[in-house]
């Protein structure tokens, strides 16, 4: 398999609310992190397809992080892809 990435992956794992009109709101845990995005673990099922652009915000900080949108780029077995949107 070629490897596209241009960031470096970094295994953090925090909580993140994703947001779409489908799905309503959805905490997950986050498996990744990078510079261009995260890998988020769910049932791929359960979330909308490749391209979709949701609403993404950690949670549990002290102050209200702000909402950012990401696009589902890649869908697992195990998760999905979601890359930063206009950043």
Partial sequence: MIN???HSRHPIGV????????IDDITLETKD???GGLFVAVDPDKMPPI??????????MAEDPPVV???IVR???TG???EY???
């Fill in 4 to 6: 596209n990435r241009q």
């Fill in 80 to 82: 999905i892809g979601l």
């Fill in 85 to 87: 949107v206009n950043l």
């Fill in 15 to 22: 909580n993140i609310k994703i947001s779409h009109k489908s």
């Fill in 69 to 71: 949108d990401m696009k």
């Fill in 33 to 35: 992190i990078s510079d």
């Fill in 51 to 60: 391209g979709t652009i949701v609403k993404g915000q950690v949670q549990g």
């Fill in 75 to 77: 869908i697992t077995s």
